[in-house]
């Protein structure tokens, strides 16, 4: 079965430092690969994603994330975090043979202090 | 923004009581799934549909059901509401079956009581 592990359950950052979310994905065909942030409350927003060709993405608000075949990875990085980015992120699969179905993460909370 | 929209932001409802979901696809988008989220969880994958067909079903049982109607607006129905029912339900339009970029909605936050 398909699955997705975001072993961190919260990050704490400083405002300006980097950042990099660790995601790890169990599939057995070539994944479909995203990330998603959700504010309090909110739905999801799409930050990117990675189909096919080049193995370092970028997606909005500066973030990029990079696809790691040999490692079944897809981090998240960030350059220099802002107090925006306080948000919970969430890693996502998706299985073209099961009708798109997006299977996620658990999350990882991110905090960013002044 | 998104343009998928869903109604009610926030409902309460009591144990063994029967709610209804609506949510209203990004313009031109023929698909819609339907998430569950458990507070503290990821989303879990409940079904989709695609011009007004189920097209796959995640782990949930059989009264959790749904429509998509000809404008492909969608409905969630739950039957026999259990405690563990409350959650976040988002729903999600994508442009074409296997177009893998959904676009979310705000979600419902159904209380059950």
């Known amino acids: 079965a398909q699955s997705v592990t975001q072993p961190d359950i919260h990050i704490t950052v400083s405002e300006g430092a980097s950042l990099e979310l660790r995601c790890n994905y169990s599939y057995g065909a070539t994944p479909y690969l995203f990330w998603y942030v959700q504010s309090p409350g909110q739905g999801l927003q799409l930050l990117l994603k990675?189909?096919?060709?080049?193995?370092l993405v970028q997606g909005i608000k500066g973030f990029e994330a990079e696809f790691k075949r040999s490692q079944s990875s897809f981090n998240l990085r960030k350059p220099s975090v802002h107090w925006s980015d306080a948000a919970e992120y969430f890693c996502?699969?998706?299985?073209?043979?099961?009708?798109?179905?997006?299977?996620f993460g658990a999350g990882t909370i991110l905090r960013v202090k002044s | 923004e998104t343009g998928v929209t869903q109604s009610p932001t926030h409902l309460i409802k009591t144990r063994g009581q029967q709610v209804t979901l609506r949510c209203s696809s990004q313009s031109g988008h023929n698909t819609v799934s339907w998430y569950q989220q458990a507070l503290g969880q990821g989303p879990q994958f409940i079904f989709q549909y695609y011009r007004e067909e189920e097209n796959g079903r995640g782990n949930f049982p059989p009264r959790f059901s749904g429509l998509q109607f000809p404008n492909y607006s969608s409905e969630l129905n739950v039957n026999a509401l259990e405690l563990d029912d409350s959650a976040l339900y988002l729903c999600?339009?994508?442009?074409?079956?296997?177009?893998?970029?959904?676009?979310f909605g705000q979600g419902t936050r159904l209380t059950v009581v």
């Open positions: 996502a699969v998706a299985q073209r043979e099961y009708g798109n179905k997006l299977v």
């Open positions: 990675y189909f096919s060709g080049d193995t």
């Open positions: 999600a339009s994508s442009l074409e079956r296997l177009n893998t970029e959904a676009f």
